[in-house]
């Protein structure tokens, strides 16, 4: 048997199975119970959050003979089938990042005078549409405009500032947002159990917080990582894996920043080199942990915190430990280090300086106030 990523795999095929866009599904499954079907819509937003995906499945559900409630495909007439064995001919998709050229778009119009064979819309996917180019945008309009009636025309771009007014005044724009870390982990829970794969919270964490959003991203790290791991999944394994600084590191710093110990400072920056991670990335994450250290510190901010249980309660202890003021002077430290950084030419030197000045910040401001 032939192997199926798991972002494939695991693809959802119904508005109740896409995660983290609740608010689209609604308003799509809302449009088509109520018969309130645009000719044209365009989903925007980045990359791997279910744009193509909802997109795919508005086409499916419009197309289903007999759907059931709240607008789900029943998946076993003529027109589910065809779809779900990839062989619509419903759908047609366009990537126009290869294929931006008026002549592809000229094809494109043509094809839409076809009427379809089964169901009652043909839906065209042009995915990543602002890579066509002005000719072909110019080509397009009419055809955007005033399609036939069986026509619908679904536009994907991860960069709608790229899209000419001309083309977004006649769409209907739905934005997709960033998928929350605890809604990939739940998912990835989910996707662990199916395969049999034991994992710690912590690791899927880590893999949630590595994707950045996208929970395309976050299945193929998945996949990685149980590549090196196995069948069980550790937070140890998956750092290792993924080349991740421990969060450990960051809280041990941080001690010896409010401590002024810059030469324990020193010694672990060693250590974490010696260990093959690069400075820069250090620093990037020092100014991340600083930030989840100001908003642990205030009880209105906290849920802000994307982390797990266990880790949220030691930002919270440290933070309470810590003085706002230190926490205000440590990020502002850190984000002029990382200005400098990018321009200096010894690398090692530059990181060594922000850190050594984290550790003096109390003491500075204790020659201040004295």
């Not at 069986?150 to 007014?165: M, W």
């Not at 996949?223 to 998956?238: H, I, K, P």
């Not at 010694?267 to 690069?278: A, C, V």
Request: with cysteine.
């Amino acid at each position: 048997m032939s192997y199926l990523v798991s972002a494939r795999k695991y693809r959802p095929a119904s508005f109740d199975t896409v995660i983290g866009q609740r608010s689209i599904t609604t308003t799509l499954r809302n449009a088509i119970v109520n018969h309130q079907l645009a000719h044209a819509y365009l989903f925007c937003g980045p990359r791997g959050v279910g744009k193509t995906t909802c997109a795919r499945i508005f086409a499916k559900t419009i197309n289903c003979m007999q759907p059931g409630e709240n607008a789900e495909p029943c998946n076993e007439c003529e027109s589910c089938r065809t779809f779900n064995e990839g062989r619509s001919l419903n759908i047609h998709e366009l990537d126009a990042a290869s294929n931006n050229s008026v002549d592809d778009i000229r094809g494109l119009v043509e094809q839409v005078r076809v009427l379809p064979q089964v169901g009652k819309y043909s839906v065209y996917i042009v995915d990543e549409v602002h890579m066509l180019s002005a000719q072909a945008f110019n080509a397009f309009l009419k055809t955007l405009e005033e399609p036939p009636a069986h026509a619908i025309f679904i536009l994907a771009t991860t960069e709608k500032h790229k899209i000419l007014p001309t083309i977004l005044s006649r769409c209907q724009i739905y934005d997709f947002h960033r998928i929350k870390v605890a809604d990939t982990v739940e998912h990835l829970k989910y996707i662990a159990a199916k395969e049999g794969v034991s994992a710690e919270e912590e690791a899927l964490d880590i893999i949630a917080q590595k994707a950045d959003g996208a929970m395309r991203d976050a299945l193929s790290i998945f996949d990685q990582v149980v590549s090196f791991c196995g069948s069980t999944l550790t937070y140890a394994q998956v750092i290792e894996d993924l080349n991740v600084l421990d969060y450990d590191y960051y809280f041990r710093l941080t001690d010896h920043f409010y401590a002024g110990e810059v030469g324990k400072c020193l010694l672990l920056f060693n250590e974490i080199m010696e260990r093959g991670f690069d400075a820069g990335h250090l620093l990037a994450g020092l100014g991340k942990h600083f930030r989840n250290l100001l908003v642990a510190k205030d009880p209105v901010t906290i849920q802000l915190l994307e982390v797990t249980l266990s880790t949220r309660e030691r930002y919270l202890k440290q933070a309470q430990a810590l003085d706002i003021a230190f926490i205000f002077d440590a990020l502002l430290t850190i984000e002029q280090g990382e200005g400098q950084y990018k321009i200096r030419l010894d690398k090692r030197f530059s990181a060594e300086l922000t850190l050594i000045k984290l550790a003096q910040l109390v003491e500075a401001k204790k020659k201040i106030l004295a």
